[in-house]
Nanobody, 120 residues
Framework: QVQLVESGGGLVQAGGSLRLSCAASGRTFSYTLGWFRQAPGKEREFVAYISWSGINTVYADSVLARFTISRDNAKNMVYLHMNSLKPEDTAVYYC??????????????WGRGTQVTVSS
């Protein structure tokens, strides 16, 4: 079992920055960690994922060059650094652990999410 707890969400003006954190516990060894988001009335969408080693990272086109995913395995933490935020980034952001890829079904474990609201 893996438990994931997100933090760091909040209200920010367009152009601002936030850093989301995800604390992982349990049997996290070898899992890819990812971030997804879901806006009201929309499906959950992929944001970014990072491999166990931290060497491989993949981003959605919509966040490329603005967001950075990182992990600290010693602390069992994964982070999402978000810069140049836009109103369309407003969503609940979820941390997930699993086999990797941009599809939610490939992730077996999910946090409860943290709200990010970007005002224009």
């Amino acid at each position: 079992q893996v438990q994931l707890v997100e933090s760091g969400g909040g209200l920010v003006q367009a152009g601002g920055s936030l850093r989301l954190s995800c604390a992982a516990s349990g049997r996290t060894f070898s899992y890819t960690l990812g971030w997804f988001r879901q806006a009201p009335g929309k499906e959950r969408e992929f944001v970014a994922y990072i491999s166990w080693s931290g060497i491989n990272t993949v981003y959605a086109d919509s966040v490329l060059a603005r967001f950075t995913i990182s992990r600290d395995n010693a602390k069992n933490m994964v982070y999402l650094h978000m810069n140049s935020l836009k109103p369309e980034d407003t969503a609940v952001y979820y941390c997930a652990a699993g086999n990797g890829g941009p599809v939610p079904v490939h992730y077996a474990y999910w946090g409860r999410g943290t709200q990010v609201t970007v005002s224009s």
